[in-house]
Nanobody, 126 residues
């Protein structure tokens, strides 16, 4: 059974940084893609970033490009989201999701990922 658990959220001032971690278990085959999503109160879910197991390709929403970096540690089965220069509009519940697909620059944000973990709250104060 695939399990995903996000952690690392918290309260930070605007301009600060946080690193989120997604611990993944129960999957054993390639290809797969792990994505980060966020949802703020009263807003729709937003795809933030994604990493592919095929070649390590990474994808970002325009709203976070240049500020967020996604990375993976396959030995630890973890995916990280380093978030720098945080803004109040980055506030939300962040969660990670996984699917066994080959993603593209277009599909990653539209895919309904098969597995999703519980989220971690990020609050950015102004």
């Amino acid at each position: 059974e695939v399990q995903l658990q996000a952690s690392g959220g918290g309260l930070v001032q605007a301009g600060g940084s946080l690193r989120l971690s997604c611990a993944a278990s129960g999957f054993t085959f390639d290809p797969y893609a792990i994505a980060w999503f966020r949802q703020a109160p009263g807003k729709e879910r937003e795809a933030v970033s994604c990493i592919s197991s095929i070649d390590g390709s990474t994808f970002y929403a325009d709203s976070v490009k240049g500020r967020f970096t996604i990375s993976a540690d396959s030995a630890k089965n973890r995916v990280y989201l380093q978030m720098n220069n945080l803004r109040p509009e980055d506030t939300g519940v962040y969660y990670c999701a996984l699917d066994h697909v080959i993603i593209t620059a277009t599909s990653w944000r539209l895919l309904r990922y098969a597995y999703r973990g519980q989220g971690t709250l990020v609050t950015v104060s102004s």
